[in-house]
């Protein structure tokens, strides 16, 4: 009786890695196509108009009158903001306020997911908190707490939490932090509930990442005498590397999305009637956003949270 030989294995032909970039680009598909159907045509007229004079024609209609970079100088040695600022000012002030706000949102959503992924009675509980504001929608919250009811609660929360003067000496006295980082530390502190409110998503996001690290990595560094500084150092930090570099990506366009500087183009295109000067402050607007995040990729490839290869 012949022995029946195992038939071949089919090969694929899509490698792993090719099958993974088809899956990403499958993923971004809707959001690709939204963009090139209802933002691509916006955005090509937004450069144009920024080189030219938008006024209106004798007959009706747009007219554009061809001014170069006129727009762009005249923005940055003319024009001032509605609160009688430079406009480079209000552009350091943004980039200020960005780069600062990122890493303490970064670090304190992160902070909120261990503490939301910990084992411990009443768990449940302590992630409704956390998550309250995105179930019933950060515009609920934020309006909440403009509220007096809101205000009053808040105040009587955190003036337990923060005494003043009295934390900025303790700070001062016992730690080894400048000036500078305690006075940040402490508003910080003041403005609490601002800052979980900008972290609901980005705790979701590190919860997720942290839920999806096996449990064996885990056991395996206890077996070999690691202590929990060195796990989270050596395990949990390397394995949410990549879910770390989505969450500053998204933080930062968060961040400038909430920017003053969109109601400065409102303001120049719609209330003064310099479509074009508007034009050239968005388009001074979009790069100044794609710097910013190239600083932050350089700087994450230099500590390494990025793959070089």
């Known amino acids: 009786?012949?022995?029946?030989?195992?038939?071949?294995?089919?090969?694929?032909?899509?490698?792993?890695?090719?099958?993974?970039?088809?899956?990403?680009?499958?993923?971004?598909?809707?959001?690709?196509?939204?963009?090139?159907?209802?933002?691509?045509?916006?955005l090509k007229d937004t450069f144009l108009y920024s080189f030219n004079r938008v006024e209106v024609a004798a007959n009706g209609g747009m007219q554009l009158i061809f001014t170069g970079l006129q727009n762009y100088i005249d923005l940055f040695k003319l024009e001032v903001s509605t609160k009688n600022q430079p406009i480079t000012r209000v552009f350091v002030d943004e980039n200020v306020k960005v780069f600062t706000s990122l890493p303490l949102i970064t670090i304190f959503s992160l902070f909120l997911a261990i503490l939301a992924n910990a084992q411990y009675p009443g768990r449940s509980v302590v992630r409704v908190i956390f998550f309250l504001p995105i179930v019933l929608g950060l515009q609920v919250v934020t309006e909440w707490m403009s509220t007096s009811a809101g205000r009053?609660?808040?105040e009587t929360i955190t003036g337990t939490m923060y005494t003043g003067s009295s934390t900025i000496r303790l700070l001062l006295t016992y730690t080894f932090l400048p000036e500078d980082v305690v006075l940040f530390l402490t508003e910080a502190l003041r403005n609490i509930f601002t800052l979980f409110t900008r972290t609901g998503v980005q705790t979701l996001i590190f919860l997720a990442g942290l839920q999806s690290i096996p449990p064996s990595h885990y056991e395996v560094a206890r077996i070999e005498g690691a202590n929990a500084y060195e796990i989270f150092w050596k395990i949990t930090i390397p394995s949410i590397a990549d879910?770390?570099?989505?969450?500053?990506?998204?933080?930062?366009?968060?961040?400038?999305?909430?920017?003053?500087?969109?109601?400065?183009?409102?303001?120049?295109?719609?209330?003064?009637?310099?479509?074009?000067?508007?034009?050239?402050?968005?388009?001074?607007?979009?790069?100044?956003?794609?710097?910013?995040?190239?600083?932050?990729?350089?700087?994450?490839?230099?500590?390494?949270?990025?793959?070089?290869?």
Not at 10 to 37: A, C, D, H, M, T
Request: positive net charge; proline residues 4%; charged residues 15%.
């Open 1 to 42: 009786m012949k022995e029946s030989k195992p038939k071949p294995s089919k090969r694929s032909f899509i490698s792993y890695e090719n099958s993974q970039k088809l899956n990403g680009l499958i993923f971004v598909l809707p959001w690709l196509l939204g963009f090139i159907i209802f933002f691509l045509s916006p």
């Open 152 to 154: 009053g609660m808040i």
């Open 243 to 309: 879910v770390t570099v989505f969450v500053i990506i998204y933080t930062m366009i968060d961040l400038f999305r909430g920017s003053s500087i969109a109601d400065e183009v409102y303001s120049f295109a719609f209330i003064k009637s310099k479509i074009g000067m508007g034009s050239a402050l968005s388009a001074v607007y979009i790069f100044n956003v794609f710097i910013a995040l190239g600083l932050a990729w350089i700087f994450m490839r230099g500590v390494k949270i990025i793959d070089k290869r």
